[in-house]
């Protein structure tokens, strides 16, 4: 079953913007530390960004300033805002959920990682 729901990713000219969107349930939502990665051609997958449930940011130093990741606790989604984008930011972008809850009294820690199936984002020249 598709945890993680990507939409967004599109072509867009340099210095212009895309928002992309990941949409998943309550209960992972509510749970997971969530984040954006990115693999472009020929490159390792790398860390974009990342909010955990108390709002904690994290982001990569080649996007600081221009990209933003954000939620909305009442749809469960975690956005990326893109702006300035380069021909650089071109890559597919993962939505990624970092699920970790105690389940019992004994300190048992469910954890899962989950994954997006990724979105296109192709900056032109």
């Known amino acids: 079953q598709v945890e993680l729901v990507e939409s967004g990713g599109g072509l867009v000219q340099t210095g212009g913007s895309l928002r992309l969107s990941c949409a998943t349930s309550?209960?992972?939502?509510?749970?997971?530390?969530m984040g954006w990665f990115r693999q472009a051609p020929g490159q390792e997958r790398e860390l974009v960004a990342t909010l955990t449930s108390s709002g904690s940011t994290n982001y990569a130093e080649s996007v600081k300033g221009r990209f933003t990741i954000s939620r909305d606790n009442a749809k469960n989604t975690v956005y990326l805002q893109m702006s300035s984008l380069k021909p650089e930011d071109t890559a597919v972008y993962y939505c990624n959920a970092k699920f970790r809850k105690v389940v019992n009294v004994e300190g048992a820690i469910a954890s899962k990682e989950y994954w997006g199936q990724g979105t296109l984002v192709t900056v032109s020249r």
């Open positions: 309550k209960s992972i939502f509510a749970n997971s530390a």
